[in-house]
């Protein structure tokens, strides 16, 4: 069974779930125990070696280190509407959030996503 997430990378902590920099689609695996033990190891490395304040390539350097076959990861321009997580990067820190869509647009963001918990990567 499919777990489909958003990886969302931020450049201000203040900005809304929304307004990302970068958003990654990650297909299956997107439950927290799969996510955040992937990424965080390769977050700790970017951010050792350029700093994750550079959202941009922070972003791409994910993709890269987390493409293993062709059907995993993508590059979003929005949110899909089967999305079950969104992990929010904003500075050092990942914020989960469980993600329920209304496909008729009506619920605004703080509906839409409901906090489970924060990780920081230090």
């Known amino acids: ?3 489909r997430c958003h990886i969302g990378f931020y450049d201000e902590e203040s900005k809304g779930l929304e307004d990302f920099e970068a958003l990654i689609y990650r297909h299956y695996d997107g439950y927290p125990d799969g996510v955040l033990p992937d990424i965080i ?7 050792k ?3 994750l304040g550079d959202t941009e390539y922070a972003s791409a350097w994910l993709v890269a280190k987390l493409k293993d076959d ?3 990861i993508g590059i979003s321009k929005e949110f ?9 990067i904003k500075g050092k820190t990942i914020s989960v959030y469980e993600v329920s869509f209304d ?3 009506g ?3 703080s509906k839409r996503f ?3 918990k924060e990780e920081e990567i230090k």
């Open 107 to 109: 619920l605004p963001e």
């Open 49 to 51: 070696n350029r700093g």
């Open 114 to 116: 409901k906090f489970v």
């Open 70 to 72: 062709y059907t995993n």
């Open 80 to 88: 899909h509407g089967d999305i079950e997580y969104l992990y929010a």
């Open 103 to 105: 496909f008729n647009g």
């Open 41 to 47: 190891p390769i977050l700790k490395d970017f951010d």
């Open 1 to 3: 069974m499919s777990t």
